[in-house]
């Protein structure tokens, strides 16, 4: 039997799917837009499609934040460009470099001694010190003006510069402020060397502000190593006048004595009034031995003997009143008492020793201090000269304009970055 001959088996009946049953209609919606897609590669299949962030779109905030920039920082960087390169008056700089010098000096009194090796001289660095101070003073302003008039100098530009120009009826305070802007001081300690930088509108103006601080300096530096050198005189000034006077005063007390004992020496006297003791003695001795020889050769009775009898009695009578000038009854030319009259030169006479000594030392201390002083000469070298500059290199307009570019763009940033900051803890 074939398969065509065959009856059919009856398949079961298929159910059949009931329609959906349809929804109430609603009001029509409006569809959302569509989400921009990208494809990404996933690990375990083809690349599907991935939603992006929206593109931003400036805000209120983020204009404002520019205009702010515009107006704080890119306005007056063009005003003061504009400033700058049309308006500031050029300016000239005249540099000079100087340095205290010491020079010490050996003098023939060195020889004595070397006490003036034990001498410190000044330091220059010291002096250097007080120049520097000295410079930035009003005492300096006041002398170079009087020099120069700063005023008729700076004052000019003031009409077409009122930045960096001076006010004609600026005071001296005023003018010290402006001076300080207008100096520049370079100074090294290590090295002592100071270098000075004065500007004006002008470069012969600017040289002669140079070169009249320099003359000003040296008369300081001057004035200076003579106060040092009086410092170092004035005791020994004092000691010798003192000594001076003292001297005086002993010789002045001597010659009163000599005047009222009427003796010039009695140092001499006495050594005459000895020296006549001495030969009556002597006399004595041989009146003596004439009178022992008469006796044993002549009677007695003989004239002779009588007469050197005679003799030796007016000697021993002359050698006691001699002798009793030196007791306490003696009495000298002028009638005082002669041990009184010599010790009262002896008296004097070892004062004026002292004073003379005294003034002698003093002396030699005056001499040695004023070669000292002589010895240590300071003054003031000029390494570089008062330059006259063929081009103005002031003011610095970049360095100026960059620098305030800088402040107002770092203070824009950090007033946004709080606004920013204080916006985001709300």
Known sequence: MT???????????????K??????????????????????????????????????????????????????????????????????????????????????????????GGLSALAGGASSSSDMDILYQFIQSQEMVRAVDKRVNLRALWSPAHATDPIFGLDPRARIEGLTEYWN?????????????????????????????????????????????DIAREDTTRYARQ??????????????????????????????????????????????????????????????????????????ALIRKRMEEERNRFSATGTGPSGENYAQLVSGYERLSADQDFAERAYTSALAAYDMALSQAQQQSRYLAAYIRPTLADAPQYPRRSMLLNMLAAFLLLGWAVAALIYYSVRDRR
């Open 3 to 17: 398969i065509s001959d065959t009856p059919l088996a009856k398949s079961p009946p298929v159910a059949r799917r």
């Open 19 to 112: 329609p959906p049953k349809k929804a109430p209609k609603q009001a029509p919606q409006q569809a959302p837009a569509p989400m921009p897609r990208v494809l990404q590669a996933t690990p375990a299949g083809p690349p599907t499609l991935r939603p992006v962030a929206r593109p931003a779109r400036p805000r209120l905030r983020h204009k404002g934040l520019l205009a702010s920039f515009v107006l704080v920082v890119l306005l007056p960087v063009l005003i003061a460009g504009a400033y700058l390169w049309k308006v500031a008056a050029d300016q000239y700089g005249s540099t000079v470099g100087f340095a205290v010098r010491t020079e010490q000096m050996r003098s023939s009194l060195d020889l004595l």
């Open 181 to 225: 802007r207008m100096i520049s001081l370079s100074y090294d300690p290590a090295t002592g060397l100071m270098e000075l930088t004065a500007r004006a509108f002008t470069a012969a103006d600017a040289q002669h502000i140079a070169r009249a601080i320099f003359e000003e300096s040296h008369r300081r530096i001057n004035a200076l190593s």
């Open 239 to 312: 000691e010798l006048e003192t000594a001076k006077t003292r001297l005086k005063a002993a010789r002045e007390a001597l010659t009163a004595f000599r005047m009222r004992s009427r003796m010039v020496d009695p140092a001499a006297d006495i050594q005459g009034k000895m020296g006549l003791l001495n030969s009556l003695q002597a006399q004595l001795a041989q009146a003596l031995i004439d009178l022992d020889l008469l006796r044993e050769n002549t009677k007695k009775g003989d004239l002779r003997i009588s007469q050197s009898e005679r003799r030796i």
